[in-house]
């Protein structure tokens, strides 16, 4: 077996082991999406889209986002304090390697995440309509889960505690959801807000989610979302690596 293999094996076991924090993980989008989809049921956005088409898209993308940025987060937290870093910097597999097993479980986590989200969306009481252009979606989905396990590496580096990454991501994922158009229509928020958003990574993902599921400028606009999304992944890589710390002694 591969040290990659390895790796991602036991960050996998590792992961599952915490079965509330798994249940919780997939959990809370749809609890999201069940009240929102029942209290708007049968109501349309700007544009005469469906709320539902609207606010499902937007949900699973703050979620899966969500889910990326505060798992990496913990996890090089933990390595860090508990020392598993120095280890790794005193064996043969590279950083890189380890860094990447996270990455997998991250992709793999948010892949689930996004198949059981929009099954239940589907059901008749929600009604959510799939366009034919719904595979533009797997690209966004890809992007959007590499840029906030981006972000999720500089909170990591940043925080020394558990309460720091809470803090930290918190103040990262909360108002970003509202200024994003997850929860709340983007069209009725003031232009000067509208065009701030667009320096937040979830505007892009919620857009390229969006775009995809509903059907909404053909294909060129999950493209330039996926754009934006990789501009994003990489200029948060580069942060990341400036603030990576192999231990907290350091």
Request: proline fraction near 6%.
């Amino acid at each position: 077996m591969s040290a990659y293999a390895a790796m991602t094996r036991a960050t996998y076991l590792a992961y599952v082991r915490d079965r509330t924090s798994v249940f919780f993980t997939f959990a809370f989008p749809l609890l999201f999406l069940v009240v929102f989809g029942l209290l708007f049921r049968g109501q349309t956005v700007n544009g005469g889209l469906a709320y539902i088409n609207y606010i499902a898209p937007g949900v699973l993308a703050w979620g899966i986002g969500n889910a990326a940025l505060f798992g990496v987060a913990f996890t090089l937290m933990h390595w860090r304090r508990d020392d598993l870093l120095r280890l790794v910097w005193r064996t043969p597999t590279p950083l890189p390697t380890v860094l990447a097993s996270r990455y997998a479980v991250a992709l793999g986590t948010g892949l689930v995440q996004a198949v059981l989200f929009t099954a239940v969306a589907l059901l008749p009481v929600f009604g959510l309509h799939l366009a034919a252009s719904w595979p533009a979606a797997l690209p966004v989905l890809l992007l959007g889960v590499t840029a906030f396990v981006a972000v999720g590496l500089v909170v990591g580096g940043l925080a020394n505690t558990p309460e720091a990454v809470a803090a930290i991501a918190n103040c990262v994922m909360v108002p970003m959801a509202f200024l994003s158009g997850a929860f709340y229509p983007i069209d009725l928020m003031p232009g000067w807000l509208q065009a701030f958003s667009r320096v937040l990574p979830l505007r892009w993902f919620v857009d390229g989610v969006t775009d995809a599921l509903a059907g909404r400028g053909g294909l060129l606009g999950p493209a330039t979302d996926c754009l934006a999304l990789a501009v994003f992944a990489g200029l948060f890589t580069l942060l990341a690596a400036r603030t990576f710390r192999w231990s907290n002694r350091t």
